[in-house]
């Protein structure tokens, strides 16, 4: 259970911060408690109740600073996804994308950071779909890791580069 002030990874809204939990009476199931949370780095004015108990929207805690570091150290290690079917890779890339787990995003846009190479290096394009997973996968590990640094999400990138394993 999580408890007011404590920030979360909130499915599509990326971290959020639990603001109030709050309890409201249904008519149909009785008293039922919600959480009221808050995007920290999207459309502010945006409130969402969500039952304490719901298992339909994927919640969880923020990775430790421990954790933060531990990803950026094995990013050089980590296994390259090559997936040459289309579909197969778009499957993969929304099922990594939806499960938020951080070293699952850094392995995907490490994946296609490489893939992009490839593609340069050859005169081609990376397409438009892996360009917007890699966009999507920053976006959500940046600004876990912004919150979980205390740091700027624009400054993320940075830190990574200068904390990755020489």
Excluded at 41 to 52: E, F, G, M, R
Excluded at 62 to 70: C, K, N
Excluded at 128 to 152: G, M, R, S, W, Y
């Amino acid at each position: 259970m999580f408890k007011i002030n404590d920030y979360i990874v909130y499915g599509p809204m990326s971290v959020c911060k639990i603001i109030d939990i709050i309890e409201e009476e249904n008519p149909y199931i009785g008293l039922k408690s919600y959480y009221v949370i808050q995007p920290v780095y999207s459309d502010k004015s945006t409130i969402i109740k969500i039952p304490v108990d719901s298992k339909k929207v994927f919640m969880r805690h923020l990775i430790s600073q421990r954790e933060v570091l531990s990803i950026i150290e094995s990013i050089p290690n980590l296994k390259v996804l090559d997936i040459n079917n289309d579909k197969q890779r778009s499957q993969q890339f929304k099922s990594i994308i939806k499960s938020s787990i951080c070293s699952d995003l850094a392995q995907l846009i490490k994946s296609i950071n490489i893939n992009e190479q490839e593609k340069l290096s050859s005169g081609k394009k990376l397409s438009k779909t892996d360009e917007d997973f890699k966009k999507t996968a920053e976006k959500l590990i940046n600004e876990e890791f912004a919150t979980v640094l205390n740091i700027p999400v624009e400054e993320v990138s940075s830190f990574i580069l200068n904390h990755l394993p020489k």
